[in-house]
């Protein structure tokens, strides 16, 4: 029984540090990279657990009625084999149970907005984006959102204005590569926070290359492989491809302008009928057609 005991208290011990991580990792984009080794985790949860401890207890002793007696403590976690001490520290844990629940209740609590704040500082200062030491494991939020454009290391002009990701994907399919382009609307990270799936709508597909009439060097008219130009509108509202079956990715960053025309980048608005941009074109004028059609 006192083995059972001595894990509780070591639970409630590092509690706070494990708490505080959770407030820390709560944002929707951090909650992708939870640690994934419980012992890791733990590990890096008891510096701040005994640091969150030793400035409560000052608190408390010094500014409450309550005292804590670290001798019965100590009983209780190493196991004491004197019967008497053990039974008085079952004794001060049931008569003071209210005020100790009081006690870890008050800490997780403050535990989990210290995570909350740091968080915060580091996002809304701006201290991920230029130190690399604050930086979340999550790269493809900061690839996604744009953000990586503000990094000091990145030689490309600050995007202040993205209204939506459009991608083209190089995709190996059963029946060849095949180029998938969408707006991507969510993605999803696996344990080692790299790309697990991603999801697009507005999807149009091309073939990488595609059968065409030509001639062989004796001048006969035979199909040849050709890079293909047609292009295909994918129905259905959304599109869930495996990132495993990418072999790259091209990201443009659109911020609309009015309808017909879309700007990508810092640069200026394309010329949508070039053949590059087509693509986009049509995403952008399928778009504005189905939310004219609600």
């Given at each position: 029984?006192?083995?059972?005991?001595?894990?509780?208290?070591?639970?409630?011990?590092?509690?706070?540090?494990?708490?505080?991580?959770?407030?820390?990792?709560?944002?929707?984009?951090?909650?992708?990279?939870?640690?994934?080794?419980?012992?890791?985790?733990?590990?890096?949860?008891?510096?701040?657990?005994?640091?969150?401890?030793?400035?409560?207890?000052?608190?408390?002793?010094?500014?409450?009625?309550?005292?804590?007696?670290?001798?019965?403590?100590?009983?209780?976690?190493?196991?004491?084999?004197?019967?008497?001490?053990?039974?008085?520290?079952?004794?001060?844990?049931?008569?003071?149970?209210?005020?100790?629940?009081?006690?870890?209740?008050?800490?997780?609590?403050?535990?989990?907005?210290?995570?909350?704040?740091?968080?915060?500082?580091?996002?809304?200062?701006?201290?991920?984006?230029?130190?690399?030491?604050?930086?979340?494991?999550?790269?493809?939020?900061?690839?996604?959102?744009?953000?990586?454009?503000?990094?000091?290391?990145?030689?490309?002009?600050?995007?202040?204005?993205?209204?939506?990701?459009?991608?083209?994907?190089?995709?190996?399919?059963?029946?060849?590569?095949?180029?998938?382009?969408?707006?991507l609307q969510d993605?999803?990270?696996?344990?080692?926070?790299?790309?697990?799936?991603?999801?697009?709508?507005?999807?149009?597909?091309?073939?990488?290359?595609?059968?065409?009439?030509?001639?062989?060097?004796?001048?006969?008219?035979?199909?040849?492989?050709?890079?293909?130009?047609?292009?295909?509108?994918?129905?259905?509202?959304?599109?869930?491809?495996?990132?495993?079956?990418v072999v790259n990715?091209?990201?443009?960053?659109?911020?609309?302008?009015?309808?017909?025309?879309?700007?990508?980048?810092?640069?200026?608005?394309?010329?949508?009928?070039?053949?590059?941009?087509?693509?986009?074109?049509?995403?952008?004028?399928?778009?504005?057609?189905?939310?004219?059609?609600?």
């Amino acid at each position: 029984m006192n083995f059972a005991v001595a894990s509780i208290l070591i639970v409630l011990i590092i509690a706070p540090g494990l708490i505080m991580s959770r407030g820390f990792f709560s944002a929707p984009f951090t909650k992708r990279i939870l640690p994934s080794n419980p012992v890791n985790e733990l590990i890096s949860a008891i510096l701040p657990s005994v640091v969150l401890h030793a400035l409560y207890l000052v608190i408390v002793q010094n500014w409450t009625d309550y005292q804590v007696d670290f001798p019965l403590l100590g009983n209780l976690l190493f196991s004491s084999s004197n019967p008497d001490r053990i039974k008085e520290s079952f004794s001060n844990l049931s008569t003071f149970f209210v005020p100790i629940a009081i006690y870890h209740i008050v800490l997780w609590a403050v535990a989990y907005l210290l995570g909350l704040i740091g968080r915060v500082i580091i996002r809304f200062g701006s201290l991920d984006i230029n130190l690399a030491y604050f930086r979340f494991n999550n790269k493809w939020h900061y690839i996604f959102s744009g953000e990586i454009t503000r990094f000091p290391d990145v030689q490309r002009p600050p995007i202040t204005r993205i209204d939506m990701r459009v991608v083209d994907m190089l995709v190996d399919t059963a029946d060849g590569s095949i180029i998938y382009s969408g707006i991507l609307q969510d993605y999803s990270l696996n344990n080692n926070a790299e790309l697990d799936s991603l999801t697009l709508s507005h999807v149009f597909r091309r073939p990488l290359t595609e059968e065409v009439n030509g001639k062989n060097d004796a001048g006969e008219e035979v199909l040849v492989q050709a890079q293909s130009q047609r292009k295909y509108k994918v129905p259905g509202a959304l599109m869930v491809i495996p990132y495993s079956k990418v072999v790259n990715i091209n990201l443009h960053y659109a911020a609309l302008n009015r309808p017909g025309e879309i700007q990508i980048g810092s640069l200026p608005a394309p010329d949508l009928n070039d053949p590059d941009l087509i693509t986009h074109g049509d995403i952008i004028s399928d778009m504005d057609e189905g939310q004219n059609a609600r």
